[in-house]
Structure formats: structure tokens, C-alpha cells
């Protein structure tokens, strides 16, 4: 009673093999009568071949180890065979029985998990799936996250072509004129000096003619240096930590490994550092609060590190929402292939910190 009131096949096995006891469920889940199993070798049975339908030899049963060993197993990733030739997927249990402190058999136990089975190999296809299409979508945002950089990389570079075009016209047209008309009023001013009222107008004009030409200067500077393509990179950063100190009052400094005093970096290289200090400048004059910023340029190897440190109030969390200075430093890093870090931390300042690999001749 208590063997057919169970949900699960039982059934007890001689040292032979041979079925001594089966429960209903047992009989049942393998398409068999209870009379018609006993006595049979239950090996033979339902354990007589893997899934792949290759036999399985007696010696590799874990059923019957349990009496050859002394020990009993537990098994999930098997498959035992129905009287009309098909498999399940079971999960049983193999354990000696004792008589007098001898083995004289064993006790089986076992389930159809031909559902969870299944359901696994559903989960295990669904995860592969899942994972294909992550990957898939991964190599897609990543493609298009590479066609954006380079796409952001040639609006730079077209940028920068149009302000030094712009710069070079303006030098070239409005320069001139502004040179011109200066002479101009400097001539009028000595044929008129003994005008007294007329001369003072002129002098005014002269004043609005050299402020013109300091404001045409100082666009055709911030559009694109002429220091910078003349005298190079070190020189363009000397000249324009001179006037952010100047404007500002933020003591700055500037520190340039003797190395590379002489050396030039490609023309692509040499605009985007150099703009990558305007805008690092640029932040510590409108948000930092500091009144000393520190440039630092040093050789490590092969390699050449860009440093730009303040003293300033720093930031606790990275932020872009006042700006997207500190995003733009990094693309520009990435467009000439350097290692751009950022750190940074509440009273400490800002330390943003570019290597560029492999730029020194050996």
C-alpha cells in the first residue's frame, strides 16, 4: 500500500539484476504491468542504452553499483526505456538493501523529467538566443559609435581647416584695411595739428582703430593662433597660459620636459592639445573657483603625458550638465589616439591627464 500510493517508480532489484518488488507508478511510467516486470533483469529493461541509443554495458549501470560498490548514487542525466521502445529523461536513485549486514540488492527510485528536461533545453536556447542577439546588438552600437567618432573627428578637422581659412582672410582683408585706415588717420591727424577740436576727434578715432585691431587679434588668436603654426606647440601653451593669467589673475605654470623642447608633433596633434588646454582653461576660469593651474608635459618612454591640474574646488560626481567641455577633451584625446583620465574630488581640484603612446622616435 504504502509503495502504490507513492507518485514515483520504486522498485527493488537482486544481486543479479532481477525485479524483486515494483510499485504501480514504476510499472506504469514504463509501459509494463507489475507481474510482468518481476523477475526480469531490469538493466536489460530500461537501462539498457544511452540517449543516443548506444548501448550501455552492464559494468557502466550506476543502478547496479549500488550493491557491486557498496555505495548508492543519485543520477539527473540519464534516460530509461518504455516497453514501446521510446525514452524518458529520468532522475533516479540507486542504494543498497541489507540483510544481516550483507548486501542482498538494491532500491531504486526514480522520476520522469522529460518536462523539466525540456524546459531547460527551452531556457538553455532562449539564453543562446539572447546572448547571439546581445552580441549582435553590441557589434551594431558599437559600429555606429565608431562611425560617430569618426564622424566627430572629421567635423573637427573641418572645423579647425574653416577657422584657420576664416583667420586667414580676416588677417589678410580686414587687417589691411584696419592697418590702412590707422595710416590714414595718423596722416590726417598730422596735417590738421593745428585744429585743435579736429585733432582730438582724429586721436578718438585712432583709439577706436587700435581697439579694433587688439579685438581683430584676439578672434584671429582664439580662431587659430599664428604662434601655433609658426613657433609650434610649446610656445602657443607659454603664450596662452600668459593671457589667461593676465585675464584672470590665476598664477599658471608651465613645465616642459627639456626632451622635448624641440620636438614637433603632427599638425592634428599639436591643434587638438593645444585646444584641449583652451577648454581645460576655459573651465577653470568659469568653474573652478582656483587661483593656480599647473601644465605639465613629461616623457615616459616612447610616450608623451599632457597634464593640466588646478587647485580649485573640484567635483564630487562627473557631471556634463553645465557643459560638454570635459566630453570634448576626451573626443579630441580619442581623435589623436591618447588615453585621456579625468579625476577629480570635492577641494581637490581637477587633474585631467592625457598619454599619448608610442609618438617618440626611438
Known amino acids: 500500500m504504502l509503495l502504490d500510493s507513492t507518485g514515483e517508480g520504486i522498485y527493488g532489484i537482486d544481486l543479479k539484476g532481477r525485479c524483486v518488488f515494483i510499485n504501480k507508478a514504476g510499472a506504469e511510467m514504463l509501459g509494463y504491468s507489475a507481474d510482468e516486470v518481476l523477475g526480469r533483469n531490469m538493466h536489460?529493461?530500461?537501462?539498457?542504452?544511452?540517449?543516443?541509443?548506444?548501448?550501455?554495458?552492464?559494468?557502466?549501470c550506476q543502478i547496479f553499483r549500488a550493491f557491486q560498490e557498496n555505495k548508492g548514487c543519485r543520477v539527473d542525466n540519464e534516460v530509461l526505456w518504455r516497453r514501446d521502445g521510446t525514452c524518458f529523461h529520468a532522475e533516479y536513485a540507486s542504494y543498497p538493501i541489507f540483510e544481516e549486514q550483507a548486501?542482498?540488492?538494491?532500491?531504486?527510485?526514480?522520476?520522469?523529467?522529460?518536462?523539466r528536461v525540456e524546459a531547460q533545453n527551452i531556457?538553455?536556447?532562449?539564453?543562446?538566443?539572447?546572448?547571439?542577439?546581445?552580441?549582435?546588438?553590441?557589434?551594431?552600437?558599437?559600429?555606429a559609435h565608431d562611425r560617430m567618432r569618426r564622424l566627430s573627428a572629421h567635423l573637427t578637422t573641418v572645423r579647425e581647416e574653416e577657422r584657420t581659412r576664416i583667420a586667414r582672410e580676416m588677417h589678410?582683408?580686414?587687417?589691411?584695411?584696419?592697418?590702412?585706415?590707422?595710416?590714414?588717420?595718423?596722416?590726417?591727424?598730422?596735417?590738421?595739428?593745428?585744429?585743435?577740436?579736429?585733432?582730438?576727434?582724429?586721436?578718438s578715432m585712432l583709439d577706436l582703430a587700435q581697439g579694433a585691431m587688439e579685438s581683430l587679434r584676439r578672434i584671429l588668436s582664439d580662431l587659430r593662433p599664428g604662434v601655433l603654426d609658426h613657433l609650434g606647440l610649446w610656445a602657443a601653451m607659454e603664450h596662452l597660459l600668459g593671457e589667461f593669467s593676465q585675464r584672470t589673475n590665476v598664477v599658471s605654470?608651465?613645465?616642459?620636459?627639456?626632451?622635448?623642447?624641440?620636438?614637433?608633433?603632427s599638425k592634428a596633434t599639436e591643434t587638438a592639445l593645444y585646444?584641449?588646454?583652451?577648454?581645460?582653461?576655459n573651465n577653470v576660469g568659469?568653474?573652478?573657483?582656483?587661483?593656480?593651474?599647473?601644465?605639465?608635459?613629461?616623457?615616459?618612454?616612447?610616450?608623451?603625458?599632457?597634464?593640466?591640474?588646478d587647485?580649485?574646488?573640484?567635483?564630487?560626481?562627473?557631471?556634463?550638465?553645465?557643459g560638454f567641455g570635459l566630453m570634448g577633451i576626451e573626443e579630441r584625446a580619442w581623435d589623436i589616439g591618447a588615453r585621456c583620465s579625468i579625476d577629480s574630488s570635492l577641494g581637490q581640484g581637477v587633474c585631467i591627464k592625457l598619454r599619448l603612446p608610442e609618438v617618440l622616435a626611438l
Do not use: W
Open 44 to 60: 536489460y529493461l530500461m537501462h539498457h542504452s544511452y540517449a543516443n541509443n548506444d548501448l550501455m554495458p552492464v559494468c557502466q
Open 103 to 115: 548486501v542482498v540488492g538494491a532500491v531504486v527510485t526514480f522520476n520522469d523529467i522529460t518536462e
Open 123 to 143: 531556457r538553455a536556447a532562449a539564453q543562446v538566443e539572447l546572448e547571439r542577439r546581445v552580441i549582435e546588438r553590441t557589434a551594431q552600437l558599437q559600429k
Open 172 to 203: 589678410d582683408d580686414l587687417g589691411a584695411k584696419l592697418t590702412a585706415f590707422d595710416l590714414e588717420l595718423k596722416a590726417l591727424s598730422y596735417r590738421c595739428a593745428n585744429d585743435e577740436k579736429l585733432t582730438l576727434r582724429i586721436e
Open 253 to 265: 605654470s608651465l613645465d616642459i620636459d627639456p626632451a622635448l623642447e624641440h620636438v614637433r608633433l
Open 275 to 281: 585646444r584641449i588646454l583652451q577648454e581645460a582653461l
Open 286 to 309: 568659469k568653474h573652478s573657483g582656483a587661483n593656480k593651474v599647473d601644465v605639465l608635459v613629461h616623457t615616459e618612454g616612447r610616450a608623451i603625458v599632457f597634464q593640466v591640474k
Open 311 to 322: 587647485n580649485g574646488r573640484g567635483m564630487a560626481v562627473r557631471t556634463f550638465n553645465a
